[in-house]
C-alpha cells in the first residue's frame, strides 16, 4: 500500500535561548540543535500563489514547505533549520490540521526561506 512508501528525512531544528546580557545590555544567544526525524520537504510551487502569498505577506520569498510529523511539540516559528547541507529560516505561522482528520503521518506545514 502506499502510504507505508512515504518517509521524509530527518532535519537539524536550531532554536536560540537567551543565556544573558552583554556589557551593553545586549542578549546573548545559545543555540541548541535538535534533530527531528520524518519531515517532508516539498519546493514550494513556482506556478500557484503560495510564493506570491509569502511575498505579499511579510516579504519575504518561500523556498520549500516542511511537513512535520503528527505529534512533534517544537515550536517552528521564527527558528533556523539545516537540511540540505544549508540553513532555511522559517517564515510565518505554521499551519497545523487536525491530527484525527488526517491520514498520513504528517499535519502541520512550516514554510522556509533561505537564511545567510
Given amino acids: ?16 535561548t537567551e ?3 552583554d556589557p551593553f545590555n545586549n542578549p ?9 526525524e520524518n519531515v517532508l520537504v516539498a519546493p ?12 505579499s505577506m511579510n516579504g519575504k520569498k518561500a523556498r520549500y514547505q516542511l511537513g512535520i510529523p503528527k505529534g512533534d511539540a517544537h515550536n517552528w516559528e521564527d527558528c533556523i533549520v539545516e537540511f540540505f547541507g544549508e ?3 522559517s517564515i510565518g505561522f505554521s499551519t497545523i ?9 504528517w499535519n ?3 514554510v522556509v526561506e533561505r537564511y545567510g
Avoid: A, H, Y
Wanted: proline share 2%; aromatic share 4%.
Fill in 1 to 16: 500500500m502506499f502510504m507505508g512508501c512515504l518517509k521524509g528525512i530527518t532535519i537539524t531544528l536550531i532554536t536560540k
Fill in 19 to 21: 543565556t544573558g546580557k
Fill in 28 to 36: 546573548i544567544e545559545t543555540e541548541t540543535r535538535e534533530e527531528v
Fill in 44 to 55: 514550494v510551487s513556482q506556478n500557484g500563489g503560495e510564493i506570491l502569498n509569502e511575498l
Fill in 87 to 89: 540553513r532555511w529560516k
Fill in 97 to 105: 490540521g487536525i491530527e484525527d482528520l488526517i491520514p498520513l503521518d
Fill in 108 to 110: 502541520r506545514r512550516v
